[in-house]
């Protein structure tokens, strides 16, 4: 595997599910990011972390918690969703998390039911 | 607050012709980054090119060039001799140079290209 990659590519849950989203990059990078893109409207960054450590969490509502355990994974655990919440959540990370390239995952597909 | 807009939802161009995607920032800081990415249908966000702010230099990648007017808060992205590969949405993004968790997306521009 190369770059950065997202699992599930695709996912359908229950408002009351819990499930989590994994990110994998096999690049080196000691910064990972969370993005949400929905329909018609800008791409959204929801978290930062750096060297594992969570830099900011842009007021993203708690029913999303992400984990890093190292610098190469980064989790959103999920639960208790709405059905605005369906979404393409996009993972990515760069080199340090002052650098300007982002590497994108191809996302997960969210949809809550 | 900073916001990044696209004013061209969609643009279509011929194959070997030029295009230019528009994007225009707000912003009170005077050192930051501006990008353009490109997302092509079921495929990966990649970056097209970037520009410092504090560059006054137009960023040029191969067939993409950027005209940057920091007083104008102007960004635009030429695509020269375009190529049907091309074909995708398009983002202009904003990062703070002081706040890492700063990052603005525009709505996007989905470009066309017809042989």
């Known amino acids: 595997e190369t770059g950065v990659t997202q699992t599930p590519r695709h996912l359908v849950m229950g408002m009351t599910n819990k499930k989590s989203l994994k990110c994998e990059q096999h690049l080196g990078h000691n910064a990972m990011y969370w993005y949400k893109q929905s329909a018609k409207k800008p791409l959204e960054l929801m978290f930062v972390?750096?060297?594992?450590?969570?830099?900011e969490n842009n007021s993203v509502p708690s029913r999303f918690s992400p984990e890093c355990p190292n610098s190469s994974h980064l989790f959103l655990h999920l639960h208790t969703l709405q059905p605005e919440d369906s979404a393409l959540y996009l993972c990515?990370?760069?080199?340090?998390?002052?650098?300007?390239?982002?590497?994108f995952g191809p996302g997960t597909r969210l949809t809550v039911t | 607050a900073q916001t990044v807009t696209q004013s061209q939802p969609e643009m279509s161009v011929q194959e070997a012709e030029t295009v230019t995607l528009s994007c225009t920032y707000d912003?009170?800081?005077?050192?930051?980054?501006l990008f353009w990415y490109k997302q092509p249908p079921s495929r990966q966000m990649i970056l097209v090119i970037r520009?410092?702010?504090?560059?006054?230099q137009n960023a040029t990648e191969n067939r993409f060039s950027v005209n940057f007017q920091k007083a104008a808060k102007s960004f635009s992205l030429k695509i020269s001799d375009s190529q049907l590969g091309d074909a995708a949405m398009y983002f202009c993004?904003?990062?703070?140079?002081?706040?890492?968790?700063?990052?603005?997306f525009g709505a996007g521009t989905r470009l066309t290209v017809k042989p």
């Open positions: 912003t009170s800081e005077s050192d930051y980054y």
């Open positions: 993004a904003y990062r703070s140079a002081l706040l890492i968790q700063d990052m603005r």
């Open positions: 520009q410092e702010a504090y560059k006054q």
């Open positions: 972390y750096s060297l594992e450590e969570r830099v």
């Open positions: 990515a990370s760069s080199a340090q998390a002052s650098s300007y390239e982002q590497y």
